[in-house]
C-alpha cells in the first residue's frame, strides 16, 4: 500500500474510532527539550505532515529539561502544550493526576506490536498505553584511547579490579588529572551510573520487596565511590553538570583531563561537538562487572510522547494522528520513521524495532558498539509513584558521600532509609 494511502487511511480510522471529524483547522503544540537544530528537524517533519493533512498546524516548543515537567503540570487545558516529549519515570505519576490521555486503540496497538514489550511497558501504567516510545538510553563506560596509550592500559577495564587499576593509572595530580568522572547536581546524571554498576554487581536499586539499598551488592557500590574519592582518583569538583550542557563535567572529558567516565548514549553529538578531531579516540566498553556480578549491564530509560488529558477532543485525535505518523514506519529516510531519523541525528538509539532494522548500518559505528553490546541485559530504571523523588533523595546521598560529607556505610543507610519513606508515602 501507498504509504501516504496508508497514513491517510490511519488517519482516518483513528478519527473514526473517536467520532470526531476536523470540520475546521486544528492547531497542536509540541513540546520538547530538544536543542534548536533539532527542533528545527521535528518543525520539518511537522510542516510534510501539515501538506499531507492541511487541516492540522504543529508548533514546536523547547523549554530546557528542567523545565520540562513543571511546564507540564502548569500548563493544563487549551493553554498546555498538546503533546509532550517526557522521560518514562514521570508516566506514573502523570497517568495518577489525569494530565495524559490513554491512547486510542489504533495507536496503543501499533505500540504493542512494533516495539520490544521491554520498551512498550514503559510507555504503560496497568495495562493502558499512554504515549508512543521513541528513545532508549542505556549506560557503557566511556574512555579516552590516547589516555590509557599513555598510561600502558591496553584494553578497557572488564571488571572492578581493572578499573580501579586503571582509575589510578590515569590520575596525573600535577595536569589536573583525574581518572574517573563522578556527576554531580543532575539528578539522574548521578544515579544511573551508580545504579548500572549496581546491576553489573549483581543488584538492584528496587526488588520484589521494594527498595534494595541495603544489600550486599549496594554496599559494594557505594564503597567503590568512597573508594574512587577517598583515593583522589575521582575529583568531584570536576563533576558538576546539568541535563542541557552537561557542564564542566563534559569539558573535563572532551579536554583529556579525565580518563574514563559512565554515560549515556545520547551524548554522542556533544561528544562530537566539543572534541572534533580529537572524537576518535574515544572508547566505549560495558560497565565494568563487580564483584559479586556475573556480567555487564546498565540501567535503561526511555523517552515518549504523551498527549495533554486536558486538550478538546479535536486536539486530541490529531495529536495522536500526528504522533501515529511521526512514529510510522517509512514516513523518515529509507524505511525508517521521521521520529528515528530526528533521534539518530542526535546519536540516540531509537527502540521501534522497524527503526533498528532500517537503520542497522548507522547504528554499526564504534561509538556505540558498547552500548548495542549491555541492550540483552540492560534492566529498566523502576518505574514506580514517586519514582523522582526517590532519585532525587539517591542522587543527594550520592554527592555527600562524593564530597566526603559522609561515609559509604552512612550513605547506604541513609539511602535506605529514605527510599522506604518516600515509595511508601507515595503508594498511599
Same mark, same amino acid.
Given at each position: 500500500?501507498?504509504?501516504?494511502?496508508?497514513?491517510?487511511?490511519?488517519?482516518?480510522?483513528?478519527?473514526?474510532?473517536?467520532?470526531?471529524?476536523?470540520?475546521?483547522?486544528?492547531?497542536?503544540?509540541?513540546?520538547?527539550?530538544?536543542?534548536?537544530?533539532?527542533?528545527?528537524?521535528?518543525?520539518?517533519?511537522?510542516?510534510?505532515?501539515?501538506?499531507?493533512?492541511?487541516?492540522?498546524?504543529?508548533?514546536?516548543?523547547?523549554?530546557?529539561?528542567?523545565?520540562?515537567?513543571?511546564?507540564?503540570?502548569?500548563?493544563?487545558?487549551?493553554?498546555?502544550?498538546?503533546?509532550?516529549?517526557?522521560?518514562?519515570?514521570?508516566?506514573?505519576?502523570?497517568?495518577?493526576?489525569?494530565?495524559?490521555?490513554?491512547?486510542?486503540?489504533?495507536?496503543?496497538?501499533?505500540?504493542?506490536?512494533?516495539?520490544?514489550?521491554?520498551?512498550?511497558?514503559?510507555?504503560?501504567?496497568?495495562?493502558?498505553?499512554?504515549?508512543?516510545?521513541?528513545?532508549?538510553?542505556?549506560?557503557?563506560?566511556?574512555?579516552?584511547?590516547?589516555?590509557?596509550?599513555?598510561?600502558?592500559?591496553?584494553?578497557?577495564?572488564?571488571?572492578?579490579?581493572?578499573?580501579?587499576?586503571?582509575?589510578?593509572?590515569?590520575?596525573?595530580?600535577?595536569?589536573?588529572?583525574?581518572?574517573?568522572?563522578?556527576?554531580?547536581?543532575?539528578?539522574?546524571?548521578?544515579?544511573?551510573?551508580?545504579?548500572?554498576?549496581?546491576?553489573?554487581?549483581?543488584?538492584? +536499586?528496587?526488588?520484589? /520487596? !521494594?527498595? #534494595?539499598? *541495603?544489600?550486599? @551488592?549496594?554496599?559494594?557500590?557505594?564503597? %567503590?565511590?568512597?573508594?574512587?574519592?577517598?583515593?583522589?582518583?575521582?575529583?568531584?569538583?570536576?563533576?558538576?553538570?546539568?541535563?542541557?550542557?552537561?557542564?564542566?563535567?563534559?569539558?573535563?572529558?572532551?579536554?583529556?583531563?579525565?580518563?574514563?567516565?559512565?554515560?549515556?548514549?545520547?551524548?554522542?553529538?556533544?561528544?562530537?561537538?566539543?572534541?572534533?578531531?580529537?572524537?576518535?579516540?574515544?572508547?566505549?566498553?560495558?560497565?565494568?562487572?563487580?564483584?559479586?556480578?556475573?556480567?555487564?549491564?546498565?540501567?535503561?530509560?526511555?523517552? +515518549?510522547?504523551?498527549? /495533554? !488529558?486536558? #486538550?478538546? *477532543?479535536?486536539? @486530541?485525535?490529531?495529536?495522536?494522528?500526528? %504522533?501515529?505518523?511521526?512514529?510510522?514506519?517509512?514516513?523518515?529516510?529509507?524505511?525508517?520513521?521521521?521520529?528515528?531519523?530526528?533521534?539518530?541525528?542526535?546519536?540516540?538509539?531509537?527502540?521501534?524495532?522497524?527503526?533498528?532494522?532500517?537503520?542497522?548500518?548507522?547504528?554499526?559505528?564504534?561509538?556505540?558498539?558498547?552500548?548495542?553490546?549491555?541492550?540483552?541485559?540492560?534492566?529498566?530504571?523502576?518505574?514506580?509513584?514517586?519514582?523522582?523523588?526517590?532519585?532525587?533523595?539517591?542522587?543527594?546521598?550520592?554527592?555527600?558521600?562524593?564530597?566526603?560529607?559522609?561515609?559509604?556505610?552512612?550513605?547506604?543507610?541513609?539511602?535506605?532509609?529514605?527510599?522506604?519513606?518516600?515509595?511508601?508515602?507515595?503508594?498511599?
Amino acid at each position: 500500500m501507498n504509504v501516504k494511502l496508508h497514513h491517510a487511511l490511519s488517519l482516518s480510522l483513528l478519527m473514526g474510532i473517536s467520532g470526531t471529524t476536523f470540520a475546521q483547522a486544528v492547531e497542536i503544540s509540541y513540546l520538547t527539550h530538544w536543542a534548536p537544530e533539532t527542533v528545527a528537524l521535528l518543525e520539518q517533519a511537522a510542516a510534510r505532515y501539515s501538506e499531507e493533512n492541511p487541516d492540522v498546524s504543529v508548533s514546536v516548543r523547547a523549554v530546557p529539561f528542567g523545565d520540562l515537567l513543571t511546564t507540564i503540570r502548569s500548563q493544563t487545558g487549551s493553554a498546555g502544550p498538546t503533546i509532550s516529549g517526557i522521560y518514562d519515570l514521570w508516566l506514573p505519576e502523570l497517568v495518577r493526576d489525569g494530565l495524559v490521555d490513554p491512547a486510542p486503540e489504533a495507536a496503543a496497538g501499533d505500540v504493542n506490536a512494533a516495539w520490544p514489550s521491554g520498551i512498550a511497558a514503559a510507555a504503560t501504567v496497568d495495562g493502558t498505553v499512554y504515549g508512543f516510545p521513541n528513545e532508549i538510553n542505556v549506560y557503557a563506560l566511556n574512555y579516552n584511547k590516547a589516555l590509557f596509550a599513555e598510561a600502558g592500559i591496553d584494553a578497557a577495564p572488564a571488571n572492578w579490579d581493572e578499573f580501579l587499576a586503571a582509575a589510578e593509572a590515569l590520575t596525573d595530580e600535577s595536569k589536573g588529572q583525574q581518572g574517573f568522572g563522578l556527576i554531580n547536581s543532575w539528578n539522574s546524571g548521578v544515579v544511573h551510573p551508580f545504579a548500572s554498576f549496581l546491576v553489573s554487581n549483581g543488584g538492584a +536499586l528496587i526488588d520484589e /520487596n !521494594g527498595p #534494595a539499598l *541495603d544489600t550486599p @551488592q549496594a554496599g559494594e557500590v557505594f564503597g %567503590l565511590y568512597e573508594q574512587l574519592v577517598s583515593n583522589g582518583w575521582s575529583r568531584p569538583e570536576m563533576g558538576t553538570a546539568d541535563a542541557n550542557t552537561t557542564g564542566p563535567y563534559l569539558d573535563n572529558f572532551v579536554s583529556g583531563r579525565t580518563g574514563m567516565i559512565v554515560m549515556a548514549n545520547w551524548w554522542e553529538s556533544a561528544l562530537q561537538g566539543g572534541m572534533g578531531d580529537n572524537f576518535a579516540n574515544v572508547g566505549t566498553a560495558p560497565i565494568p562487572v563487580g564483584p559479586s556480578g556475573d556480567a555487564p549491564s546498565s540501567i535503561s530509560y526511555s523517552w +515518549l510522547t504523551v498527549v /495533554n !488529558g486536558s #486538550a478538546s *477532543d479535536a486536539e @486530541q485525535d490529531a495529536a495522536w494522528g500526528f %504522533l501515529s505518523w511521526l512514529n510510522g514506519e517509512g514516513t523518515g529516510e529509507n524505511g525508517s520513521s521521521a521520529m528515528a531519523d530526528i533521534l539518530l541525528s542526535m546519536g540516540i538509539l531509537p527502540s521501534r524495532s522497524s527503526d533498528v532494522e532500517a537503520n542497522a548500518s548507522a547504528l554499526d559505528r564504534e561509538f556505540l558498539a558498547g552500548y548495542v553490546s549491555v541492550l540483552e541485559n540492560a534492566q529498566a530504571f523502576p518505574l514506580v509513584l514517586g519514582g523522582q523523588e526517590f532519585t532525587d533523595a539517591i542522587q543527594q546521598v550520592l554527592e555527600s558521600l562524593e564530597y566526603g560529607q559522609i561515609t559509604a556505610e552512612e550513605a547506604q543507610q541513609d539511602a535506605q532509609a529514605d527510599a522506604e519513606v518516600i515509595l511508601e508515602r507515595a503508594a498511599r
